[in-house]
């Protein structure tokens, strides 16, 4: 399954911390040899304060070595930087969490800077102390004081630079410390903050340990890097969080993202592709209390994303992409089979959806049956089970439970001494069918329309040429 691992090709796209849990899952999962993975972890905690791990990684990789000398002159000067960035950020904590002043703070960050600038002598440099400490405690591990040092300089702090970084820098803690509520509320404040197009720069680097600049770019060219970095960072959430794979769904379906997921990274179509089949209903879904109800585009995924699989077909496919395609395009079923097979293994190694492999299985199992079940009218049980890789014995019990548990069985009826199954629709009406392939159509033109006027405007060549800086991401 090396060929449909995807670890490769996201880290890129994530702050060296957040790539630690993808590495380490490659050595349960053994895709990869361990020496190659461990050789990779130690190459970005070099690139940390974490030197503890990194020479446990040395010895390991290279048991007959001493661990170089280079990572005790780190740590003596990491133990001296900890100290001065702990008193700069404490004269400015003390001074927050006087219950006077959290009283006396308002909404308006300028307001609230020339408050304490007049009765704590607290100037802005003063105040980037809680970013730069925040900083320095993320990059040694300490998440959860990191997110908690950005927080309150985001709170405060004017600069828009830093604070997108901070952003960024508390998103990731968040993630690392599995606070996924908390988490979600960051992203979502991210999107927003990404999706308002402010003149800030959006690179995510509050966990970068590089600050060499990078040339000039475009303002939406840069906005739609940070909206690819997003998207990336987002899987963790997504994939953790309860309501995560409905909250996937509506954002990447929606016309920014999957722009942005077309142009830029269409390998998360994996993933888009594999909530859609997970929010598939199922008999043990649909009979349980705690499900939520779901909006139309969730409901309708499975049709949006075949449409966007089809259409970027020629730059992305795996076995979960492909078993949509062969089930809802070419409905060809013994190429579906094969490809559930596939998918089952490719979901299974998969960092991000290991956790639903029985669910998957569960809704692809009910996707093909229905599919199967619409363009036949007699079925002989034995053959669908065949096509759902269940045995003989196994598959009757699960096509009867889902005929009984769904839907189906309003046109269903199971013929147990023949070994069928009868299918009785009544045909669709005409406009039914029209109103099915129009539907969204309006949306999709308006949608098509604004980003045709954004284009327009960005093509209009500026008055006067200015200088950004963009920093350059995390590797």
């Not at 998360?268 to 585009?297: C, D, E, K, M, N």
């Amino acid at each position: 399954m090396a060929e449909y691992d995807l670890s490769k090709t996201i880290i890129p796209y994530l702050d060296r911390h957040l790539s630690f849990p993808l590495l380490a899952h490659l050595v349960e999962t053994g895709v990869f040899p361990a020496n190659d993975v461990q050789v990779a972890q130690y190459e970005l905690a070099k690139g940390t304060n974490m030197f503890d791990y990194a020479a446990s990684l040395f010895q390991q990789i290279y048991p007959n070595q001493d661990v170089p000398k280079e990572f005790e002159q780190k740590r003596e000067n990491a133990v001296s930087t900890h100290e001065r960035l702990q008193q700069e950020a404490k004269a400015v904590f003390d001074v927050i969490e006087n219950p006077d002043v959290a009283q006396a703070l308002r909404q308006d960050k300028n307001q609230n800077l020339q408050y304490l600038k007049d009765n704590y002598n607290l100037t802005l440099d003063q105040i980037t102390a809680l970013y730069n400490f925040g900083k320095f405690q993320y990059s040694y591990g300490n998440y959860s004081g990191a997110a908690d040092y950005l927080y309150h300089f985001r709170v405060l702090s004017t600069d828009p630079d830093l604070t997108i970084s901070a952003h960024w820098g508390k998103l990731a803690s968040d993630i690392l410390t599995g606070k996924w509520d908390v988490a979600l509320e960051e992203l979502n404040s991210l999107r927003d903050a990404i999706d308002s197009r402010s003149p800030a720069t959006f690179a995510p680097t509050a966990t970068s340990s590089s600050s060499t600049s990078a040339p000039t770019i475009d303002p939406a060219l840069s906005q739609l890097h940070s909206r690819t970095w997003l998207v990336h960072w987002s899987l963790f959430v997504y994939f953790n969080h309860p309501q995560g794979r409905s909250l996937l769904l509506e954002t990447f379906l929606s016309p920014t993202y999957l722009n942005t997921i077309q142009t830029s990274c269409p390998w998360i179509l994996r993933y888009v592709a594999a909530a859609a089949i997970i929010s598939t209903p199922t008999p043990s879904s649909s009979g349980s209390s705690s499900s939520l109800p779901q909006s139309s585009r969730v409901k309708n995924a499975v049709r949006e994303v075949v449409k966007v699989i089809q259409m970027e077909n020629y730059q992305y496919i795996d076995p979960v992409t492909e078993l949509l395609m062969q089930l809802h395009v070419e409905f060809d079923f013994e190429a579906a089979q094969k490809e559930l097979q596939k998918a089952e293994k490719v979901v299974a190694d998969d960092f991000f959806l290991g956790d639903f492999h029985d669910e998957f299985l569960e809704s692809a199992r009910c996707l093909v049956s229905e599919a199967y079940c619409r363009i036949h009218q007699r079925i002989d049980i034995s053959d669908l089970s065949d096509r759902l890789n269940l045995p003989q014995d196994e598959g009757e019990k699960w096509i009867v439970n889902l005929i009984r548990e769904t839907r189906m069985g309003q046109d269903a009826k199971i013929d147990l001494e023949k070994n069928l199954i009868q299918i009785s629709r009544p045909p669709q009406p005409i406009y039914q069918s029209i109103i099915e392939k129009t539907r969204g159509l309006t949306i999709r033109t308006q949608a098509l329309g604004a980003a045709i006027a954004r284009t327009n405007v960005a093509a209009v060549p500026p008055v006067a040429s200015a200088s950004t800086v963009q920093p350059v991401p995390v590797n």
